[in-house]
């Protein structure tokens, strides 16, 4: 079926890649803030406190470096794509989205 949306309004592919990227690794930023333990070795490793973390997630690079906390921890790598119903290789995919989504610094 055709796209009816107008050409100005349409999703380009890197487009639609970097959204899925995105809603990838805020489903990931859910699992971790799922469980306690989690979310407190996320925290820890970052050095985001619990009281920061809402102004952190609008940061440019928060989400790839959910990603890469994933990515970095291979059993929770592994409970994720469970949990999820992914395979383990989708976050370095998504995480790659959005590295090259993600602005460079000056």
Do not use: C, W, Y
């Amino acid at each position: 079926m055709k796209d009816r949306r107008p050409s100005g309004i349409r999703k380009s592919d890197s487009q639609a890649r970097q959204q899925a990227a995105e809603e990838l690794a805020i489903a990931a930023l859910s699992f971790i803030a799922g469980e306690a333990e989690r979310l407190g070795r996320f925290l820890a490793l970052t050095g985001i406190g619990p009281e920061s973390i809402r102004d952190a997630a609008r940061e440019p690079n928060f989400l790839l470096g959910v990603l890469d906390h994933v990515a970095s921890d291979e059993s929770l790598l592994v409970a994720f794509a469970e949990h999820s119903g992914i395979d383990p290789e989708d976050v370095a995919r998504a995480r790659e989205a959005l590295a090259r989504g993600t602005p460079q610094a000056p």
